[in-house]
């Protein structure tokens, strides 16, 4: 989704490439769900995750992220649920340098939720129209330029692209996903997670994702117990062997995050 290397300034509709970070040419193990498959995930990876509206998946996003810039893999975080600015103070509550992290484009946060209002964003990366037309125009524009993320460098992380079906109708932005956003990366080696609402969409929304998705992870909310409690489990993984049972998370202090059968 909006992870194209690129940078908006204010009412510019001009492109500059970003320059590029040195980290790692190929992404290390994925914070969290390294410990539910066997084996490292191919960069280029379109992971997709299914998540309960009550559940903390939104926090869980947040730490993979964090867990990810302690071991200096690049982040990209593209944030509808909330503004940018609520990821940077949780972040900085985690103990990260986060003014350092996006000066030196180690971390970059892509405002999305501003256009979820219906306004104008301050920042320097934002989406200025959820619309599968013009996101589709904006990829093209990114695509010309050639100084892009060298393979495997970064991982992305989208937390929520349900916000596009209020202003598409399911068949564009579903066929955006497909023959704009998910091939891109499967070429540039670039894995992202992908946030899909679970029970707001029709079912063939869902299988045509599934169906295009590399690895497609469940999270949920149990509250059938004393307690509330969040699971994760792998449902499906591609030529990698994974455990498929429910495991529960937690988000901790820092947002550590731990598993727990």
Sequence with gaps: MAHYGARTHGNSKSVICLTLTSVALALPKIPLIENLVEGEIPPGSNILVEFDPTSQWFAVSIGIAAEGLRR???ISYNVASQPP???R???VKAGLDVKELESNETLRLWDWYTATLGQKSTEKLAIESLKAADLSIFFARIQMR???????????????MSVLDRFNDP?????FELSRDFPDKKIRKLTQ??????????DWVYKRLEASSDCVIDFKLDDSGDKVRNFIRVRLMRNLTFDSRWNAVKVGEKLALTLDE
Excluded: C, M, N, Y
């Design 146 to 160: 050639t100084a892009l993320d060298e393979p495997g460098s970064r991982l992305l992380i989208q937390d929520d």
């Design 72 to 74: 200096g893999v690049g």
């Design 89 to 91: 103070l949780q972040l």
């Design 193 to 202: 997670i992908l946030g899909l609402l679970r029970g707001v969409h029709d």
């Design 171 to 175: 068949k564009s932005w579903v066929e």
């Design 85 to 87: 600015e609520e990821i």
